[in-house]
């Protein structure tokens, strides 16, 4: 199956590029970059030479009619008027930014500070949390791929909030990322003086992630839930790690929530859940697909607090859309994403 990249040269794009070099369906037919067009990838990136030295193109919607499948690994703003244009070619689409993931058009203008898009293209979207809506994605044509911190927090909470184990009026979540997850683009806020040995808060109360969570939960649980969810940028390059918090509403064990979990995702390869006392890390997903949970049912307190971490850039955006491509297509999840965590 022949694919292109829109926004090849950002690091959710290049992390495409890698894992699309050992899938055995898939060729790469065209890498698209607007501010490096007529540039090597290679140029780019030093450590693809020799590899893949495709030539980097700028956008043209004719030329993208030659290929079966388009990933979107743009900044947010940009998939809204392209995207619609290749849906009405019936060409499929995968989208790693946030344009299409938020229903309400007024939600997402409230949040993201942009314009929408069309509300009849964002009824056509299907988010793509690969183990929660796996007969969606199957038969969809448009993919709106879930954010990195979401993707963390809905695999940790939805088993717990679905079986009724906790209050979801109760749900407080503290989120660490590394600083990949705030792009390539250079800022005051990644630069290395500010956050080598150094945790910064951010975006507390007005995270754009807020409302897609909390979209899928009250999907999932029929009724409207809200959130505590507080980010922090950690000296690291990738990983997220989510801990979350919340109210038992049930006696249960922390080997009884285990067992819950492990029944839930027991036909999901990607999510692996700890035994007791053993509490997942950053470093054991880096590199991977694979999202990691523990558990602790706390009668102390009557919170189950649960751990969640993923690598931000593949879990959290292109092994994930990568895995929604395969299940769009009849493909095993695995397909071309079965690779051992890099460690250390």
């Known amino acids: 199956m022949k694919v292109a990249i829109i926004g090849a040269t950002g690091y959710s794009g290049i992390e495409l590029i890698r894992l699309l070099q050992n899938h055995p369906y898939v060729e790469i037919e065209m890498i698209i970059s607007g ?18 030295d495709d030539k980097l193109v700028a956008l043209d919607i004719e030329q993208l009619e030659k290929v079966d499948l388009v990933f979107f690994a743009t900044p947010s703003g940009v998939s809204k008027n392209t995207l619609p244009l290749l849906m009405d070619r019936g060409i499929k689409c995968i989208d790693l930014s946030g ?13 993201y500070g942009l314009e929408a898009a069309e509300q009849k293209y964002l009824d056509q979207a299907i988010y793509g949390l690969s183990e929660i809506y796996s007969k969606k994605i199957s038969t969809a044509t448009y993919i709106a791929n879930p954010g990195c911190y979401p993707t963390a927090v809905l695999l940790g909470l939805i088993p717990a909030l679905k079986s009724g184990i906790i209050d979801p009026g109760s749900i407080v979540i503290d989120g660490k990322s590394g600083v990949s997850g705030a792009g390539r683009k250079a800022s005051l806020g990644t630069h290395y003086a500010e956050i080598n040995e150094n945790v910064k ?10 409302p897609e969570i909390e979209q899928t939960l009250g999907d999932v649980y029929g009724e409207k839930v809200n959130i505590t969810f507080s980010t922090h940028l950690i000296p690291m390059s ?5 801990t979350m918090y919340a109210d038992f509403q049930q006696d249960v064990t922390t080997d009884e929530i285990i067992h819950l979990y492990k029944e839930y995702y027991q036909n ?6 700890r035994k ?3 509490w997942p890390a950053t470093k054991e997903v880096a ?17 189950l607090s649960i751990v969640s971490v993923i690598d931000n850039v593949v879990k959290g955006a292109a092994g994930q859309a990568i895995q929604n491509m395969n299940l769009m297509n009849g493909w095993k999840a695995t397909t071309g994403l079965l690779m051992t965590p890099v460690y250390p």
């Open 276 to 278: 007791s006392g053993i």
């Open 287 to 303: 590199g991977s697909n694979y999202c990691d949970l523990g558990f602790l049912a706390d009668h102390r307190t009557g919170k």
């Open 238 to 242: 990738r990983g997220i790690m989510c």
């Open 99 to 111: 344009d299409f993931r938020l229903k309400s058009p007024g939600a997402y203008e409230d949040w």
């Open 35 to 52: 501010s490096h067009d007529g540039s090597r990838i290679s140029e780019v990136y030093p450590h693809l030479e020799e590899i893949i």
């Open 268 to 273: 999901s390869p990607f999510v692996r859940v």
């Open 201 to 210: 808060a951010y975006k507390l109360g007005r995270h754009q992630h807020i």
